[in-house]
């Protein structure tokens, strides 16, 4: 168990140390990096001293160096607009995230896995037709379309809830709801196919031949072996489950890191920009540590590998 | 039903696509103040019009062919650059290969619409660089499925025995290896593109795709927003046509990957 958790850290690391590459990349793309860092209103004849302040005079090499040890510092840079660290600025939005991110992976698991499961145990009910129409048109219908006509309904017509914002319960409720619609179609879908492949497996007869009853059947023999296609699913997901909450929190002007990354890219305030992308590209890696790592709790098989 | 309803679906959007010029009752980007804000089934515009009088029917119409025609021409894109970096990764297995899928790693922890939407604010905005930007995004799906199929089909015994005929890399690659992963990047391509409609719509809806007055059905959801107290129509229909769009794609993907591909799951 050890070896294996210490490779899948130093895979990690790696992964980490790439998406900062990635990041440094990124900011070649448009040819002279001087632009996306410079205040707007700059005179012709400041660029130079610009360029120079930052140190886009040097040798790649040298200014990739500078970029990684800074960013291992957690030093991106200055926010062009507030004037303020920019990894500090992402981190103070952090929590917000979190917050909406959580709410709608708790609506997943509360909703999306009971039904995946139901509807795989009573397979060709109504429930299981419901559900199959539900998961499909959950997969294609967009967030952003799906949030405004639930402001249409709820804020607009029947004054329930605030249409955006942020300091109650009420506020949290349609955010979280859009968040986890698209996550929630696919893991029921998925969680309905590996609880059925399970079901079909022999151990599943062997339990019931043996006398066991359906709930200890499904409770302890299935759900246990078909979690393990879910919690990947889950893990891989978890990057588009943060590119949504960009659009949601956009929506209902929820004070988050998405919200931030949209005015920031806007405002073409990069700094901030490299500080979030970063952020979030190693908060996606951790939760795939994360799953990783569960993996071997689940199936103790994967330690041995 | 999946399929009929995919097939159906899609056709209509297509159609939509390509016959709008002939559909569209309006100039798309025609104003008429007089007219603004009229609610759907008004006469002579059944959908309604918009904050500066401008058919509604006219620029979903329009939208559908902005939206398919970024959607084809990023798969198409991607399919072609993706199927091929993963061919070549599945079959040569040195280190140029490892490197590849490693990049594919990391690009896969940056979220698809994020990385777009920062490429697309870097380089510049404009209909050639979201096809550019959301392709950049999008073609390491490709590679990884490609690549994982072509692992296993080289290894079958008619590769392998037209490898000990003596048949060259290329011709062995594109004769026997490539038809028999092409199922693959064609169930592939097709959940992709409903994903890269929905991405572009959601790109110009925050304002980093394609600009107004161009119909686009995200940056029409963009400025329905102003709108929605009293004109619910400018966000139902651009909206229920994107969702209608992705849902018979999504179909017929689904109904493509059980008729050609069973095992595959994306």
């Given amino acids: 168990m050890r070896a294996y958790v210490l490779s899948r850290v130093v895979q990690t690391a790696l992964v980490v140390f790439l998406s900062l590459t990635a990041v440094f990349a990124m900011m070649r793309l448009s040819g002279d990096p001087v632009l996306l860092f410079m205040p707007m209103d700059i005179q012709a004849k400041d660029v130079n001293e610009f360029r120079e302040r930052l140190g886009f005079n040097d040798p790649l090499p040298v200014q990739y160096w500078h970029f990684v040890t800074g960013a291992l510092r957690g030093d991106f840079g200055e926010s062009l607009r507030y004037k303020q660290d920019a990894l500090g600025l992402v981190l103070e939005r952090l929590p917000a995230t979190l917050l909406l991110a959580g709410a709608s992976l708790l609506l997943t698991v509360g909703i999306a896995l009971p039904l995946g499961v139901v509807s795989a145990v009573r397979r060709n009910s109504l429930l299981d037709h419901v559900g199959t129409v539900a998961t499909v048109l959950g997969q294609a219908t967009p967030g952003f379309w799906l949030g405004l006509m639930l402001i249409f309904l709820f804020s607009v017509k029947l004054r329930w809830l605030p249409t955006g914002g942020t300091g109650s319960v009420a506020h949290l409720v349609m955010p979280a709801i859009v968040l986890a619609a698209f996550f929630s179609a696919r893991i029921a879908r998925l969680t309905r196919s590996a609880v059925l492949d399970v079901l079909g497996e022999e151990y599943i007869l062997t339990a019931r031949a043996k006398g066991l009853g359906e709930g200890r059947v499904v409770g302890k023999h299935t759900l246990r072996n078909s979690a393990i296609p879910i919690v990947t699913l889950a893990g891989l997901e978890a990057g588009q489950l943060l590119g949504g909450a960009v659009i949601t929190e956009t929506i209902f002007a929820w004070p988050g890191l998405g919200r931030l990354t949209v005015q920031a890219l806007l405002n073409r305030d990069f700094p901030v920009v490299l500080a979030a992308v970063f952020l979030i590209s190693v908060m996606y890696t951790l939760t795939n540590l994360l799953v990783d790592l569960l993996y071997g709790w689940l199936d103790p098989r994967v330690r041995l590998r | ?266």
């Fill in chain 2, 1 to 266: 039903m999946k399929k009929w309803l995919g097939i159906g679906l899609t056709a209509a959007a297509f159609a939509a696509a390509v016959l709008a010029p002939w559909l569209a009752p309006h100039d798309p980007l025609a104003a008429d103040f007089v007219q603004s804000l009229r609610p759907p089934g008004t006469p002579g515009h059944p959908l309604g019009t918009d904050q500066l009088g401008r058919d509604l029917l006219a620029r979903v119409l329009y939208g559908a062919r902005l939206a398919l025609f970024i959607g084809t021409c990023t798969v198409l894109i991607t399919a072609m650059v993706g199927g091929l970096l993963g061919l070549v990764a599945g079959f040569v297995e040195r280190w140029p290969a490892a490197v590849l899928m490693r990049i594919a790693d990391v690009q896969l922890s940056f979220p698809f619409i994020l990385l777009a939407m920062t490429i697309n604010a870097i380089v510049g905005l404009g209909l050639r660089n979201i096809i550019l930007s959301l392709s950049a995004a999008g073609w390491v799906v490709y590679a990884r499925v490609v690549r994982g199929e072509v692992l296993s089909v080289k290894q079958r015994d008619y590769v392998q025995a037209a490898a000990a005929l003596g048949t060259g890399r290329a011709r062995l690659l594109f004769r026997h290896v490539l038809p028999n992963v092409a199922p693959s990047i064609i169930v592939v391509a097709s959940l992709q593109f409903s994903a890269f409609i929905v991405a572009e719509a959601a790109i110009s809806f925050l304002g980093f795709g394609v600009q107004p007055p161009t119909p686009a059905w995200g940056s029409m959801l963009s400025e329905s927003r102003d709108f929605l107290y009293f004109a619910w129509w400018l966000a139902a229909f651009p909206g229920a046509a994107l969702a209608l769009t992705a849902l018979g794609v999504n179909l017929l993907g689904d109904w493509l990957r059980d008729t050609l591909d069973p095992k595959l799951r994306v």
